[in-house]
């Protein structure tokens, strides 16, 4: 079992990463929580197999615990302040007190809700965190970020869905991603993962001079990260994990606003990657149009690699840096190019949608060399076009 630490001067906590990490979640609530709690609201994903949810819920309530499980079916619609309520109520009704954990079994969805209704409950209640999704376990379940989006209608009657509009900065107490559960997923759920490692990879230079390595690594290892093996993928979280724990602490509340950026590197591919996440009609493969939606993984790495023809466009990063990024994604089966896109000003209006909604002017991340990121303000359009043009099938 490997184990991470998120060294935050206030709250510091771990991550426990390995087969059978789950197992080790009723413990850590005796021995780690201060008193060993009354009651625990386990917040469950219903695409985990019952098996690990049950496996966890028994070994709590064999220390006396009361254990209330709610499961969900994770939406972006559902990810609402409805559902916060009704949880809320639920918890309340639970006998619930502040020394209680909730506890989110599942991926970033099933994370961020959980995450917003202990952030909430009583001004906060202690989370735990256990991620089922390679997504959630390198990026998501660690950080603190939790929240949902808001349906809001715009002055010319169009309904939009703000994604994570609404919540709280509220660290989990304790991470726990089990790699075994990866196993029940399915390939194209797994690969899409992937991406938000390739993220890490893109922005690893950057952040410390130890991580700058991960972009080779995962190539040189693509063959057994793609048949994913269990070391080489508790190696790969891991690191993962690392990049993010770092960006963390030196940004908890991502309000480094400077170039060189914070938390906010985080977000390189996903504002190109939002607008094509949102066109409901692109697949991933040109030849296979059932496959439509994207996952957010794919439309991710289309993100990324718009980012980075646009940072060439913008003088900013070399071609190699386009081509060893192409050369990642296509390792692991990414897409790198869609059929279908829409007009590029259409693409460039769903880009600067949500940020116009929200009063905020258009910021991206583009790539100034291999591992490293820049955040840009008011990018010039030209670059913005070529980069969508650049992923066109
Ligand atoms: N997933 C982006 C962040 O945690 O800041």
Known sequence: ????????????????????????VATFLTT????????????????????????????????????????????????SVETI??????????????????????????????????????????????????LSMVDASVGGKTGVNLSVESSNGEQSLLKNLVGAFHQPRGVFADIEVLE??????????????????????GVGIEHAGLMDWML???????????????????????????????????SIEAKAGGRMLLNFGHTFGHAVETIGDLSPDASRPELAPLHHGEAVALGMMAACNAGLSAGLCSQDVVDGLKKVLEAFNLPTRVGGLPTTLKVVERMSHDKKVSGKALRVILPTGWGKCEIINDPDPEWIMDGIDSIRA
Not at 91 to 98: D, W
Not at 233 to 238: A, F, G, P, R, S
């Open 184 to 205: 029940s997923l399915d390939e194209r759920y797994r690969v899409s993962g992937l991406a938000e490692c390739v993220k890490h990879g893109m922005i690893g230079a």
């Open 220 to 254: 040189e290892h693509s063959d057994s990260i793609r048949r994913f093996d269990p070391v080489t993928i508790q190696e790969l979280v891991v690191r993962n994990v690392s990049i993010k724990a770092d960006v963390v602490v030196a940004d908890e509340r991502e």
């Open 32 to 79: 780690d929580l201060g008193s060993s709690p009354q009651h625990a609201f386990v917040i469950a994903d219903s695409g985990v197999p019952r098996s690990f949810v049950d496996s966890v819920v028994q070994a709590i309530g064999a220390n006396g615990c009361e254990v209330r499980v709610e499961t969900l079916t994770p939406s972006e619609q559902d990810k």
């Open 1 to 24: 079992m490997d184990a991470v630490k998120v060294n935050l001067p206030s709250h510091e906590y771990k991550v426990t990463i390995g087969a059978g990490a789950l197992g080790r």
């Open 85 to 134: 309520h009704e949880l809320l109520k639920q918890v309340a009704l639970s006998g619930h007190t502040r020394a209680d954990p909730v506890i989110a079994i599942g991926g970033g969805v099933v994370g961020d809700i959980a995450g917003f209704v202990a952030a909430s409950y009583q001004r906060g209640v202690p989370v735990i965190q256990c991620p089922t999704t390679l």
